[in-house]
């Protein structure tokens, strides 16, 4: 089966990510996940292949460098994590709980870009009851407070839960867990599995939202902008608490109204319920040198504006400089958009502006 053509169909018509090429770890086929996986792969007859390790993937499809990410982006790798220790995540939790690595949106700015490197694949993990048991050593360790777990540091669980079930796995094991607590952001609408789980308020599910040009423009392969505000009233409804992420907060000729629009149809989505505790986290655009490199690379056909020449020289916590917006432009768009989502939503709490 060509790797273009049946597939992409399918993920067309709805609207979830199918991959063009799977590779499975052996010892994945070990975990029902795992097998489940396969059964799924082989009734829509798509290639796979096994690997004895996500590293030794080499020579994928595609004539050029670009051909190749843009393949790796439509490849999934079923395997275990092996590494427990969890990576910290400041400032939105106390650790990342790792359930996927890579995205299969293609947003120009994406910090994965850089961090992924020249293995953008997305990769899913089988093990999941020993990530969760993992987790419950690290709520133990700080007893008596909470523990903070970020679900989507590195993925977007969302748009592979169709394939794994992980989430659902993780907000009901964190239910029970009285001082756990799971938060995740999306910019994917596919969440109606989610909504009848017993969550006993202890999973914030945030929704990365953006006006509707910076999505058009700037985020393809993900959901719209009317689909993610639906969802989001959705998950209001199912009683989650919920937040918003407002990234990468971009100027542009008409933002204004673009972010006006942004928070006028959430007001007019959201159950009055849903208000009461609902957070918002503001992060203005940026870029590094690196990334921009990349990106030129990888969509050359971008309007994403990257002129250094414009933008203030930050000291990034990575080791090198990031480029953000200069401090009048940077406070003009938190002092907007803080007085239209304080107007529309007077109980809300701004969780940071960066």
Not at 141 to 160: H, K, M, N, Q, W
Not at 176 to 190: A, I, N
Not at 195 to 200: C, D, T, V
């Amino acid at each position: 089966m060509s790797l273009t053509d049946a597939p992409s169909r399918r993920a067309k018509e709805t609207g979830l990510f199918v991959p063009e090429l799977v590779y499975f770890e052996p010892a994945a086929l070990e975990y029902p996940k795992g097998r489940r996986i396969l059964d799924w792969v082989e009734q829509r007859g798509l290639p796979y292949r096994t690997t004895a390790s996500h590293n030794r993937i080499t020579n994928l499809p595609g004539d050029t460098e670009l051909e190749q990410y843009k393949t790796a982006k439509r490849t999934l790798v079923v395997g275990l994590r092996k590494t427990l220790k969890f990576d910290t995540s400041k400032p939105s939790a106390e650790y990342a709980l790792p359930l996927a690595t890579g995205c299969m949106g293609h947003c120009h700015y994406c910090y994965l870009q850089t961090t992924l490197g020249a293995k953008p694949y997305i990769r899913v993990y089988v093990n999941t009851e020993d990530i969760f048991a993992a987790a419950k050593s690290y709520i133990e360790e700080r007893a008596p407070e909470p523990t903070r777990f970020e679900a989507a540091c590195t993925s977007d669980p969302v748009g592979l839960e169709h394939l794994t079930g992980s989430l659902a796995e993780a907000i009901e094991f964190m239910a029970d867990q009285p001082l756990g607590r799971l938060r995740f952001v999306t910019k994917y609408h596919h969440i109606d599995s989610l909504l009848p789980l017993r969550h006993n308020g202890h999973t914030r599910i945030r929704f990365s939202v953006n006006s509707d040009y910076v999505i058009r423009n700037f985020e393809p392969g993900t959901s719209r902008f009317h689909e993610r505000i639906e969802a989001a009233g959705r998950i209001g409804k199912a009683g989650y608490p919920l937040g918003f992420i407002v990234a990468p907060i971009i100027w542009y000729d008409g933002w204004r109204e673009g972010y006006g629009e942004l928070f006028d149809k959430l007001a007019e989505a959201l159950p009055a319920e849903a208000t009461t505790d609902l957070t918002f986290e503001l992060i203005q655009h940026r870029f590094t040198k690196t990334a921009k490199t990349v990106i030129e690379k990888r969509y050359p056909k971008s309007k994403l504006e990257m002129d250094e020449a414009k933008r203030k020289k930050k000291w990034g916590r990575w080791g090198q400089h990031k480029y953000v917006y200069p401090d009048e432009q940077a406070e003009a768009l938190r002092e907007w958009i803080t007085e239209r989502i304080f107007e529309r939503f007077p109980q809300a709490r701004i969780e940071y502006f960066t």
